[in-house]
């Protein structure tokens, strides 16, 4: 009769160990929400170079009227 008392119990007690480590298959809800977001006007394209930049096209303006300057100088071919 021991026998029988200590096998069932060693039966319940791994059976209950084994389903109560299952992983119960919980569902999540996920909620999406739409946002309207304002922004600023975006600033100028010239406000927004770099100081190089900035500084490369006053220098490309200079140059490109030196050779303005000797192209009319030389004269046309034609």
């Not at 026998?3 to 996920?30: M, P």
């Not at 977001?37 to 490369?56: D, N």
Request: overall charge negative; aromatic content about 2%.
């Amino acid at each position: 009769m021991k026998r029988v008392i200590y096998l069932t119990a060693l039966i319940l007690t791994g059976a209950t160990s084994l389903i109560s480590c299952r992983d119960t298959a919980e569902k999540e809800t996920v909620v999406v929400k739409e946002v309207r977001v304002e922004t600023e006007k975006a600033e100028p394209v010239e406000e927004r170079k770099g100081i190089l930049e900035r500084t490369a096209q006053e220098v490309d303006k200079e140059v490109n009227k030196e050779v303005d300057k000797r192209i009319d100088e030389i004269g046309d071919d034609n």
